[in-house]
């Protein structure tokens, strides 16, 4: 069911886009691992939700993203927000409720995007994204716009929502340029596949859309850019809505706060606990694409910038309530001007 | 067109508005080819091909969709097929559609039409008045036009605003409200509408009670009591200064609403005026709402579960005899 | 894909669950065309639904449950209801409001049932008597009561619904006797299958919750007869949640009100076009298990007891608001006493 | 067992239910091995093997099934992971468990634990107070404790109830509330509670609110003010009577609610009081909600969004020296 990594020898394109993945799932590792340290030290308020694990499917997805595509990430999506264009400042500054951010305080850590760049904020309700996606995608048919997709992550857990069937219909009804992409990580929360869905597979979900289907084993980087990749071309080229079914675990509790002990050794030691950046880190190397001294420069930079932007953002303003419009919708002149 | 209906006010608002605007869009369960379960958008699929889109019974799906839409500059009108059912699209409308602006700063120009209200034999699932509950959520804005103009003027300025707009018409008015012609200008919308001017006594209701309490004025102007009416017209933004200075011409107050009675917009205009304008009246305030029970299916029970003209004299004649 | 009738000759079982599911499709045509009638004299509020072309799968459906079963009908069920135990007299004093009926006018039309019997009033809302159908099944696996199953009936878009998808993974995954009968009839009110779904075939849905899957041409009732009672058996014995997926013609328009015109000839004049009874009727005749002036007399016996009912729910009081009590919960100590 | 939270209440009532009565079972996202997202059902699916179970991420099939459950004689608790996501359960709730008695008679004893309410970074979604929401429609029993003898007792009494109850526990008293012991002996759901005695003012308030009013109190005591405080308890029913009683102590209202500030548990409050009991006011009713936005992450914003110690002050000021 996996698609293995070719073990024959990668052209040149290969390695360029392995080693721009890299990159990404680096800097989406480190800055994980940041969000992490400063929730130990009480810095966050709130949750912090890492990506640790998923970075090479979310790395692949951001990267086959065209900038005009449309992107609705999940909680584990920092590589895949990096690689389609995030900076690191939106992410520092929206987990830390700086007033500069995107969200400008108003809303917090994974929740965070800029929808008019095609890059959806979303909200916590699980599958309440891909609809939207659709909507954007719909309204880009009405413009005639044509060759961009709209990507939408969820979780095994979220695909037990009835707001996802109800997307994915939607999509496939419309024949929409939509990629889904589910992360099946075992879990959901603490709840083990087993008792979140009956299937064989969750790829066995696709055909009762009439959707194209795909899987691919999340911990190789390779297999992940072969597969995100190709699904993305076949929805841009006009074959409507794709269904990726990534298989990993969840190298991390759910969120900080969860030590994630229910987690079974078996999973651990299976392929499917491979954490996909050392399986990277050792192809780049095995292939020579570039050395460990590389590697160590790349990290240390990375470091760096992450420092700078914490330390930026925590000289910025807090959010200030009292010259905070507090108003919730556009229309001025229709909002409620009593006092209650 | 003469003797125009509240039902074809609402068609030729959308009418109006597709052939306005190319970002307007609709989308719903049997609207096409159709023409909708009460056809309201009878024959807009066919003068706008391609605009009127049939959509699958996703009511979640249907509002996300519009969103979505909306974000990419799209004006998009969401049929429910009654608003009863948009209770399965809750999530997107409240929680979706009535955050983006705030927490992005990026507007979101929706329009959900909710056919609503009580008819005969509607029964508990056919029949439901939501306007309190989606005007206790922050971000939406709440309409609730009672007559054929303000239909056909509050649905075209709804699809106007950049704000999701829960567009609640009333499924009795349909067709039993007659009008001779459209307007071509109207009260903005925030502003409610002195439907009956009156010393003795203001009642403040909207959508089709505004026509019961009409009925029960002219019961107790036999009597000699002049009951002033105001329709609020929008229930989210309410037009506080309105029935403010109605109740500071008469004195008294009793709002009437279909809804059920805990905490809707009849709680909500008493506490108002009670906390602003207190020292304006000169009995206590009532209200009158439906039963608090689901409404119910024989006409009988129906009849007597929703304020009428009847218990609305009652009501009146009880405030005003204080 | 259609299981076809099997065009041996038939044994006696075969003829007896025949004729006696003929009898519940003539009673449920007959009493459907009397409220259809009620309806055009103004003698009913609200809405008449007709199940005109679903009654061979719904009869089956009714036959092949138990008094113990679960039964959570649709609009087009009378069939059904009729055949798990429904009385005519039940049915009319809905459609009437009659206080005496056991929604007592508070409900009215299709939504009746008896829920201390296993029948199931349905809400309006699609899809959201499936997951209440799977927590009675799940009390009883409490209740350590075996050897019971539960039926609920869908159309073809009310499958596009959230709860239809949370319902049938929650029957999956909790492993419950659920039998899931879905209406293939081609048309969502006026909505055509191929704008409700992009799958080839609803039956293609069954594997995505690892689900046994039965197909059946529900114009023919021998071969409804044998699928639903199989499916209903594999689910009594252990197998599991079923979906069947029927493929029929409405032959009436939605409601009463509607005239249907959207119907295209096409699907009107092919197979699925047939009228079941009529064809159930044909295999009767044909077979010779009983003579035509046998079916003369079950249908003026049925149409004189549904005429008695009728005339008998007239007389009955209609509710009277001043007694009704208006109160929606059962503590009465709880209600609340003010007047608002 | 000493120093217990109101988390560690609404454990022990789970488990006291789960002891004592055979028909309880408990349903929800994580509720099993891993004890809930809170803890509030910790070592339960241990202690009562078969009796705690996981859930599929399907708030809609959860309650859905918890009727069936109902309908089959159990008493079926669920747990939502945040009340925020209620609102995909929502039909569920508000047309299937809500109408099943009034439709049919049958009684629908399920209980629906919403964790709710504002907690530092928490946001617009996993912040909200839905209580006005499940109150407006009939048929829902809608409570909201405010101490951790509350939590325990009234929890016990939910699920013993006939109908089906919203259970709103508010997050931010999980770990703040600690009680000595669990009581043996409590008010009965439907009493509201005088949480401290005063003459000059009545606050009406519920939940995490009923602390900030207290706190409130403390303060305003400094300066010669005393100030009674109700604490709700049950938002429906509402307890009128002993509201009316105290305001016809003190002759001054001021309801406080940390919901949204639309036609919420304030507006009821004060309709109550203004429509029945206009006379016992010396002052026009004041009311202190949370803002009209979605509910901000950064504490800063969250701070000055709902109602504190120091708002209450200050509006209960306004009011005494008035
Ligand atoms: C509708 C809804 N119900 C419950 C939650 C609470 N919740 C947040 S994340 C989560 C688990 C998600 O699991 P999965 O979809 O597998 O994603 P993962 O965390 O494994 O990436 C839950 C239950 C939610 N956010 N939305
Ligand atoms: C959630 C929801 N949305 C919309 C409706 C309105 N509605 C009632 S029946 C119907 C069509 C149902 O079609 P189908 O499921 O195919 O059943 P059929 O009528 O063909 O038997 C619709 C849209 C509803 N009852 N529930
Ligand atoms: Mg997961
Ligand atoms: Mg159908």
Redesign the pocket.
Known sequence: MFQTAPEISLGEAVSDSHLAAYRFMLRARLLDDKFAALYRAGKIHGGV?LGRG?EALSASLGLALNKTDVFAP???DAAGRLAFGESILDAVRTYMGSSLGPMRGRDGNVHRGRPKDGYLPMI?????MISVVNGILIARRFKKITGTVGAAC??????S?G?FHEAMNQAAVEKLPLVMVV???Q???S?PTAS?FACADLADKGIGYGIATHSVDATDLTACLKIVGGAVTQARNGGGPQLIIAKLL?LCG?GEHDDAHYIVPELKNSTLGRDCLKVAEETILRQNWVDAAQLAVWRSNIIQEIEEAVAQVQREPAPDPFTEEWRAIASEHLSETHNA | MSNITYLEAIREAQAHALRDDPRVFIYGQDVGAFGGAFKATKNLAKEFPGRVMDSPISEDAMVGMAVGAAIEGMRPIIEMQFADFSTVGFNQIVNQAATLFWRTNVSCPITVRLPFGGTSGGGPFHSQCLEAIYAHYPGLIVLTPATVEDAYSMLLEAVAIDDPVVFCEHKFLYYHLKADKLPSEALPIGKARIAREGRDLTIVTYSAMVHEALAAAVELSADGWEVEIVDLRSIKPLDTDTVMASVARTGKLLCVGEAWPWGGVTAEIIARVSCEGYGLLDAAPQRLNAKDTPVPYHPNLWAAHRPTARSIAAAARNLLNQ
Chains 1, 3 share one sequence.
């Open positions: 939700f998923q999940l909680i584990r916590s309700h699980l599958g309440a969820l979780g095994d857990g979220a695909t929502t707001a992360a099946d990580n879990y959901a929360y709840t979140q969840r759910h």
